[in-house]
């Protein structure tokens, strides 16, 4: 079946960066684009942004567009987001989610979480 | 940039009753780019209805969605036990930005 592995819950020091991996398995990993979506505690999904995994175009949203690198290795079929200058307001749990095609993502990766925190 | 707002926050609510939530956009977008998820404590978000209206794989029909331009709707028709959740719209833009709603928690009265 289709399936997003997450790495472990990592704990980082304010400044530091952070790199996040998905692999992917039971499907054409090069067929479908990849999203990041982080929820900090008891707040809402928050899109981070996405890669075209056949090709590795990505696209940031601007809030992240100056720390954060997403990029893939098709013959590992993993996707990674790396974050960096990470501060307190990044703790958060970090998802990897397919995108279908049909304007909506399935599944999501078990989340990662990340603690920043001196 | 579409702001999505839910309402209500919290929904209290006993198995067997209707739910009626709410995702309001802030400017007209297309129903096809309009998807809700269901996400429990723990676990990551699983999508229950996209294009406005058409079920995901494997989703009860007790969930359904309507809704277009700017008001759009999830009912869950007779809330089951495993229904209690937060509920989150989310809107799929032109660029393939995502963009979420606050949320909605469903829980037992």
């Known amino acids: 079946q289709v399936q997003l592995v997450q790495s472990g819950a990592e704990v980082k020091k304010p400044g530091a960066s952070v790199k996040v991996s998905c692999k992917a398995s039971?499907?054409?990993?090069?067929?479908?684009?990849m999203h990041w979506v982080r929820q900090a505690p008891g707040q809402r999904l928050e899109w981070m942004g996405w890669?075209?995994?056949?090709?590795?175009?990505?696209k940031y949203s601007q809030k992240f567009q100056d720390r954060i690198t997403i990029t893939r290795d098709t013959s590992a079929t993993t996707a990674y987001m790396e974050l960096s200058s990470l501060r307190s307001e990044d703790t958060a749990v970090y998802y990897c989610?397919?995108?279908?095609?049909?304007?909506?993502?399935?599944?999501w990766g078990q989340g990662t979480l990340v603690t920043v925190s001196s | 940039e579409v702001v999505l707002t839910q309402s209500p926050g919290t929904l209290s609510l006993s198995p067997g009753e209707r739910a009626t939530l709410s995702c309001r956009a802030s400017q007209s977008i297309s129903s096809t780019y309009l998807a809700w998820y269901q996400q429990k404590p723990g676990q990551p978000p699983r999508v229950l209805i996209y294009d406005a209206s058409s079920r995901a794989t494997g989703i009860p029909d007790r969930f359904s969605g309507s809704g277009s331009r700017t008001d759009f709707t999830l009912t869950i028709s007779r809330l089951e036990p495993e229904d209690f959740a937060v509920y989150y719209c989310e809107h799929y833009g032109s660029a393939r930005e995502l963009t979420f709603g606050g949320g909605t928690k469903v829980e037992i009265k």
């Open positions: 989610t397919r995108d279908v095609g049909d304007y909506y993502q399935n599944p």
């Open positions: 039971g499907y054409t990993f090069t067929s479908f684009a």
């Open positions: 890669i075209n995994v056949g090709i590795g175009d990505t």
